[in-house]
């Protein structure tokens, strides 16, 4: 089974700098998906970026993006120039590229890690 | 997002009585799952349905149920609700399996 790790339960940056979140994730697959997904205080969870394992290539969403490690397994997310509404919890997921058996779509989730933007 | 109504958005209920949460999607999507949140886990998948009248259980499957009988409206049901089920709970639906998930804004159940 796939497990997803976020080891900071809190991080903190101040207002135009940036951060950077941790994820490592343990799978035997080659095919996979990862995702960050953001959950502001209104509890909506918003998809953030998303890297397929094929591409090599590092996923960028305007101020998001991530470093993607395929042999380290691990995913983090950088926020540059962070702003004030980037304050939430953020959480990374793991999905299977396997479209057969019963792995459907459905989403390994970390733990989650809580960003406090200051002023 | 995508049109996805859950219902209720907040519930309280003792231990031992049913509860039904309601998903309820306008775009069509063929994909639906139950996730539950809780802190120090993220969320986990609890059921889902690869269409009418399929469904197939998650990670933390143990006393839940679900329904499917419409393409719109995925039920979760607690038959005897327990205090280990005070939680938030999610749904979110999926057009196709490469398609991302859309999630609802969340139903957060107590269970005293």
């Known amino acids: 089974a796939q497990t997803v790790t976020q080891s900071q339960p809190e991080m903190s940056v101040q207002e135009a700098e940036t951060v950077t979140l941790s994820c490592t994730y343990d799978t035997s697959e080659s095919d996979y998906y990862l995702f960050w997904y953001k959950q502001p205080p209104s509890r909506q969870m918003i998809l953030v970026i998303r890297?397929?394992?094929?591409?090599?290539q590092n996923a960028t969403e305007n101020r998001f993006s991530v470093n993607f490690q395929k042999a380290a397994k691990s995913f983090s997310l950088k926020i540059s120039d962070s702003q004030l509404g980037d304050a939430a919890m953020y959480f990374c997921?793991?999905?299977?590229?396997?479209?057969?058996?019963?792995?459907?779509?459905?989403?390994?989730f970390g733990q989650g890690t809580i960003l406090t933007v200051h002023p | 997002d995508a049109g996805i109504t859950q219902s209720p958005r907040h519930k309280v209920t003792e231990t031992g009585t049913p509860v039904t949460l309601r998903c309820h999607q306008t775009e069509n999507h063929r994909y639906m799952y139950w996730y539950r949140q809780d802190p120090g886990h993220g969320l986990r998948l609890i059921h889902y349905s690869y269409g009418v009248k399929d469904t197939d259980k998650g990670e933390v499957s143990d006393g839940y149920s679900v329904s499917r009988s419409k393409t719109e409206d995925f039920l979760l049901t607690l038959e005897s609700a327990t205090s280990s089920q005070t939680s938030v709970y999610f749904c979110a639906t999926q057009e196709g399996y490469n398609s991302p998930l859309h999630f609802g804004n969340g139903t957060r159940l107590t269970v005293t």
């Open positions: 997921a793991y999905r299977s590229g396997n479209a057969g058996g019963t792995s459907y779509g459905k989403l390994t």
């Open positions: 890297q397929e394992a094929y591409k090599q």
